[in-house]
């Protein structure tokens, strides 16, 4: 006995539910993991040679929702200047820090740092003290970067998260490396 394909009943209903269904389920997900990172856009040379120019980075904003930042971390953060703008720079001081550049070289609490990420030694010289709810960043491309030595303290309510990965250019895709400066001796 032959048997006769039946016309499945309400199929265009069951489709269009199907199509909402995947609709809502990608929405779902993409409101997810734009609760859980942003993705910004490298823009100048301050970072050099740790990030580069038009370089696009995957940040992770949950990284400091239950825990500060630690030296050596590299964070995007808004502008305090200017909040409209996205920053991202390299965590040297940490609440209650004494920072010092002298000589070429960055002091935290009197303990040189060893610092093998950046471009080249800073030609400039200073002194701050890091207050509690902020923190002192410099790009790594320190005599070609608008940070902490320029415009002061980063509050910590600024930072947005925790550079992880650059995904773009594809010939430079990786994790990034948060290299922790090792405080080397004492001045």
């Known amino acids: 006995m ?14 269009f539910a199907e199509i909402v269904q ?12 734009n609760f859980v990172t942003a993705r ?4 100048g040379s301050s970072m050099e040679p740790s990030l580069h120019d038009g370089e696009f980075v995957v940040v992770n904003r949950l990284a400091y929702r239950w825990a500060q930042p630690l030296r050596g971390d590299i964070v995007v953060f808004r502008f305090p200047l200017n909040p409209d ?4 720079k390299r965590v040297i001081g940490l609440p209650g820090d004494q920072v010092q550049i002298s000589e070429g070289r ?11 990420y950046i471009a080249a030694a800073p030609r400039y010289a200073g002194e701050w003290t890091v207050g509690a709810e ?32 650059v995904y773009w250019p594809v010939a430079e895709a990786g994790v990034i490396r948060h290299s922790v400066p090792l405080l080397a001796f004492e001045a």
């Open 22 to 33: 995947t609709v809502l389920l990608a929405g779902v997900l993409f409101l997810g993991v």
């Open 40 to 43: 910004i856009r490298v823009e």
């Open 134 to 165: 902020e923190v002192f960043v410099l790009g790594d491309n320190r005599n070609n970067s608008s940070d902490s030595q320029h415009w002061g303290m980063l509050p910590l309510d600024d930072i947005i998260g925790r550079a992880v990965l």
């Open 106 to 116: 960055v002091l935290v609490n009197g303990m040189y740092l060893e610092e093998p």
């Open 85 to 88: 703008r996205r920053f991202i």
């Open 2 to 15: 032959e048997q006769i394909a039946q016309p499945v009943k309400g199929g265009w209903a069951r489709t």
